[in-house]
């Protein structure tokens, strides 16, 4: 079995502790990619009426780009994401409910938080129905994974 890193990165800061980590622990990797992507202006949290706001408070569905058609080949996998309303942006729900998570280590790892991790991986759970184990926890660089 392998390992794969998956990320979802509103301003890169995700996608570049995503691939160092990828590439320290020899793991595959995949963009969670939002089929309508985010401007500066949608993750404006600052902003009530901003993209990211409304699809947090409303729980939206975030339609994603793309599928990993070999998932079933993973038993280790990275969800990595900033950190919006003290949990996972609604993109990385609508990615994980396209799967298959049973039997699945999840380890969740988040770059930003204002708001601090808090109980992200309760939060996440049921998005990876049937996984063995999830945990989360605040990064700031790839080393802390």
Not at 114 to 127: D, V, W
Request: proline residues 5%; charged residues 20%.
């Amino acid at each position: 079995m392998s390992t794969l890193v998956t990320y979802f990165s509103a301003e890169g800061t995700t996608a570049k502790v995503a691939k160092e980590f990828a590439e320290k622990v020899g793991a595959d990797v995949f963009e969670i990619v939002p089929v309508d992507p985010y401007s500066a202006s949608d993750i404006n949290w600052k902003n009530p009426i901003a993209r990211c706001n409304r699809e947090q408070i409303a729980s939206k569905d975030v339609p994603v780009v793309g599928k990993i058609e070999n998932f079933s080949d993973y038993d280790t996998i990275y969800i990595g994401f900033p950190i919006w309303y003290a949990a996972a942006p609604r993109v990385v729900y609508t990615f994980c409910k396209g799967y298959d998570w049973t039997g699945k280590t999840v380890h969740a790892f988040a770059t930003s938080g204002g708001s601090g991790i808090g109980k992200t991986a309760e939060k996440l759970t049921p998005y990876v129905n049937g996984a063995a184990s999830v945990d989360a926890k605040l990064v700031h660089n790839a080393s802390e994974i």
